[in-house]
């Protein structure tokens, strides 16, 4: 907190109150109505605003965190808490916080300060503790097992929904709490809606079946793209497969080298222009980021991307590499793995199992 210049900190994301307070607010941490679930800290203190509705259910999750139940006036309950604890700077992320809440804030706290302080929580949830790795490992192996268990569904005829949900099935009985985010099961040029949703059409030989998934165990995610070929693939797509995988593996190179070196890591916006770089001569390179971190939400600090931070990445952590290629209404390819780094321990190690190497379904 010193160093953003602000004696108080508020964070909103369930994610943060999960990990900082211990108490999860539902299998996704989806936000709730309302207040509940944000923190406020200082340097000393912690405190977790609650409702009626999770009083009790803090008392049980959240022992160590003042809990402030407040009623219908959140701003006027902030300020009262800011002003016991003598806080005289307010540190805000300014892209989660409602305007209407920080008007509220300042007006019932007009001797405080508002600072914007920008991702703060994911920043310090970026750096990973070896019991939050082996629970992204844990979500990673109940994915690679959900998709090996449907690999004799994929076929001609059937749909991207039917397969959607043969996955999350497979998923949710293979021992995921939940799933990170919705199953997508992309068919033919459909594949080349990076974020594309799985419909009624039905697989046809000589195409692909992309699916982007995950699972979540014990509150932390997992994260994978698989391109399935459905049949044969023609030489020209077996080239863009394995254009996507030389991408792929040119930034896992890069980091394998500065973690066997003792670091430092390479920046996330080094590992995008590494993975460009090998996919130079390829058509139709992804336009999205190269990956991001991952933990107790899909998408967290770090970025790798052509946007990313200079700065060296931080170790230990977690995030996925996903370069992809799409030609619009005919094919998308995508791999995507995550990766766990740990220079001081010299070891890199990518958590996703499933083969990445071309593999011919149907």
Same mark, same amino acid.
């Given at each position: 907190?010193?160093?953003?210049? +602000?004696?108080? *900190?508020?964070?909103?994301?369930?994610?943060d109150?999960?990990?900082?307070?211990?108490?999860?607010?539902?299998p996704?941490?989806e936000?709730t109505?309302?207040?509940?679930?944000w923190?406020?800290?200082?340097?000393?203190?912690?405190?977790?605003l609650?409702?009626?509705?999770?009083?009790?259910?803090?008392?049980?999750?959240?022992?160590d965190?003042?809990r402030i139940?407040?009623g219908?006036?959140?701003?006027?309950?902030?300020?009262?808490?800011?002003?016991? @604890?003598?806080a005289?700077q307010?540190?805000?992320?300014?892209?989660q !916080?409602?305007?209407?809440?920080?008007e509220r804030?300042?007006?019932?706290?007009?001797g !405080?300060e508002l600072r914007?302080?920008?991702?703060?929580?994911?920043?310090?949830?970026a750096?990973k503790e070896?019991?939050? %790795?082996?629970? %992204?490992?844990a979500?990673?192996?109940?994915?690679d097992r959900?998709l090996?268990g %449907? *690999?004799?569904?994929?076929r001609?005829? +059937?749909?991207?929904?039917?397969?959607a949900?043969?996955?999350?099935?497979?998923?949710?009985?293979?021992?995921?709490?939940?799933?990170?985010?919705? !199953?997508a099961?992309?068919?033919?040029?459909?594949?080349?809606l990076?974020?594309?949703?799985p419909?009624?059409?039905?697989?046809?030989?000589g195409?692909?079946?992309l699916?982007?998934?995950?699972?979540?165990?014990?509150g932390?995610?997992?994260?994978?793209?698989r391109t *399935?070929f459905?049949?044969?693939?023609?030489?020209?797509?077996?080239?863009?497969?394995?254009?996507v995988?030389?991408?792929q593996?040119a930034?896992?190179?890069?980091?394998?080298?500065? +973690?066997e070196?003792?670091?430092?890591?390479?920046?996330?916006?080094?590992c995008? !222009?590494a993975?460009?770089?090998a996919?130079?001569?390829?058509?139709? +390179?992804?336009?999205h980021?190269?990956? @991001?971190?991952i933990?107790?939400?899909?998408?967290?600090? #770090?970025?790798?991307?052509?946007?990313?931070?200079d700065?060296?990445? #931080?170790?230990?952590?977690?995030?996925?590499v996903?370069?992809? %290629?799409?030609?619009?209404?005919?094919?998308?390819?995508?791999i995507?793995?995550?990766?766990?780094?740990?220079?001081?321990?010299?070891?890199?190690t990518i958590?996703?199992?499933?083969?990445?190497?071309?593999?011919i379904?149907?």
């Amino acid at each position: 907190m010193v160093r953003e210049g +602000v004696d108080a *900190l508020m964070l909103t994301s369930h994610a943060d109150a999960r990990y900082f307070a211990g108490i999860c607010f539902g299998p996704n941490e989806e936000p709730t109505s309302g207040s509940s679930g944000w923190l406020l800290l200082t340097a000393d203190a912690l405190a977790l605003l609650v409702d009626s509705r999770y009083i009790i259910q803090a008392q049980r999750e959240a022992p160590d965190a003042e809990r402030i139940d407040y009623g219908s006036d959140a701003g006027a309950a902030i300020a009262t808490w800011l002003h016991s @604890h003598g806080a005289r700077q307010l540190g805000l992320d300014a892209q989660q !916080v409602r305007h209407a809440v920080w008007e509220r804030i300042a007006e019932a706290a007009p001797g !405080v300060e508002l600072r914007s302080v920008r991702g703060w929580g994911t920043a310090v949830r970026a750096v990973k503790e070896a019991s939050e %790795i082996e629970r %992204i490992a844990a979500a990673c192996a109940v994915a690679d097992r959900a998709l090996a268990g %449907i *690999l004799d569904q994929i076929r001609p005829g +059937v749909t991207e929904s039917a397969l959607a949900w043969s996955l999350e099935r497979a998923m949710r009985e293979g021992g995921a709490e939940a799933l990170a985010f919705d !199953v997508a099961a992309l068919a033919g040029g459909n594949a080349a809606l990076p974020h594309g949703n799985p419909g009624t059409r039905e697989l046809r030989a000589g195409e692909v079946i992309l699916f982007d998934f995950g699972a979540q165990v014990a509150g932390y995610r997992s994260d994978m793209t698989r391109t *399935l070929f459905v049949g044969e693939p023609s030489a020209e797509h077996a080239a863009l497969y394995a254009a996507v995988h030389r991408g792929q593996a040119a930034t896992i190179d890069l980091l394998r080298l500065a +973690v066997e070196q003792g670091g430092p890591l390479p920046s996330g916006r080094a590992c995008d !222009v590494a993975t460009r770089a090998a996919m130079a001569e390829a058509p139709c +390179v992804y336009d999205h980021g190269l990956g @991001h971190g991952i933990g107790l939400q899909t998408h967290e600090s #770090p970025s790798l991307s052509r946007g990313a931070s200079d700065d060296a990445l #931080p170790s230990p952590t977690v995030f996925s590499v996903e370069p992809g %290629i799409y030609v619009q209404d005919e094919i998308g390819i995508r791999i995507e793995d995550l990766v766990a780094v740990n220079t001081a321990g010299k070891s890199l190690t990518i958590l996703t199992q499933f083969p990445a190497e071309p593999l011919i379904v149907g």
